[in-house]
């Protein structure tokens, strides 16, 4: 295909300069031959050899875990860098004989891709500093992204980010509020209530005492997302409210062990999260049936 390729000569047929993703590739030879040999993501621009920028991410503060250099979370089969400054995440599908054993063909794999973006309000009476809120919400971005993304089903991505004067809560936006213990809307003043979220509503509401749990990662309760005592943590309860946001129920009893939408009062709560129920949330958002509700 040498001849009708780029490579061709160039007084017979057009280079092609629009490759990857789409994007123009800087190649223009120098005087030793050599090039740019990068491509134009208009935000910043991208080696192809490094799959790395040059300079950093101007919203790398949202991907707080990745370096400001990476290129689309580091995965670009599964995410998409669209200008060199934030990952967006689609419905794909994967079709790859070649992994396949015997060499036989895998057919396809469709990933359900889910995109949570809220933010984090203090409407407790405990004060917060901006760093405190600011690790509640990596933290709630955390265990979103992790329990919500399950091999060859589904793939994450959670967008948290603190309420402030700069970045203020408005009325279409997903919030995360956290209450004081009783105080947390349709608790009836238990204030046992660690979380509360009506079904495919747009808030989720956390109880304040939460914030200073954080899972096991030794002894009895280690991988189930609860406290060394077996108490709620911001992170199983917040994916958890997380999960009643997005049209999940609680499972019958005995029905799903290890599940994340089972109650943390439950012997059997746990992380885990299932085919079926990543195919009902992405029901109820074709049907729509989620992000209910307005803020005020």
């Known amino acids: 295909m040498a001849g009708i390729s780029d490579k061709a000569l160039k007084t017979n047929y057009a280079q092609n300069k629009y490759r990857y993703n789409g994007k123009e590739l800087q190649n223009q030879e120098f005087s030793d031959g050599t090039g740019l040999e990068e491509y134009d993501y208009g935000a910043r621009f991208q080696d192809p050899q490094l ?11 949202k991907y707080h875990s990745l370096s400001p250099y ?28 070649v992994d396949a054993p015997r060499g036989g063909n895998i057919g396809k794999i469709s990933l359900t891709t889910i995109d949570i973006e809220g933010k984090l309000i203090n409407e407790s009476t405990t004060s917060y500093s901006d760093a405190d809120m ?36 408005q009325s ?10 009783g105080l947390l809307p349709g608790s009836n003043g238990d204030p046992g209530v ?36 077996g108490g709620a943590t911001l992170e199983r309860t ?22 994340l939408m089972n ?3 439950r012997p059997d709560a746990g992380t885990n999260i299932t085919p079926d129920q990543i195919k009902q949330i992405s029901n109820a958002f074709k049907k729509g049936k989620l992000n209910q509700g307005a803020q005020n």
């Open 70 to 97: 990476q290129y689309s979370d580091n995965n670009p089969i599964r995410n998409i860098d669209v200008n060199g400054d934030s990952i967006i995440i689609g419905s794909i599908n994967i079709s790859n004989p």
């Open 51 to 61: 799959g790395r920028f040059f300079t950093q991410d101007r919203f790398s503060e």
């Open 238 to 259: 917040g994916a958890h409210e997380t999960g009643h946001s997005a049209g999940l129920d609680h499972p019958a009893q005995g029905t799903a062990s290890g599940n």
């Open 172 to 181: 279409g936006d997903h919030a995360y509020r956290i209450e004081d213990p």
């Open 134 to 169: 600011q690790t509640s919400a990596n933290r709630l971005n955390d265990a979103n992204s992790s329990y919500f993304s399950v091999t060859g089903v589904s793939v994450a991505i959670s967008d948290i980010s603190v309420a402030s004067a700069d970045n203020p809560l």
């Open 263 to 265: 109650q943390t009062i």
């Open 194 to 229: 660690v979380g509360m979220t009506p079904i495919g509503q747009n808030v989720v509401n956390l109880n304040s005492l939460i914030l200073s749990q954080t899972p096991a990662t030794t002894g009895e309760y280690a991988g189930t997302g609860k406290s060394a005592s």
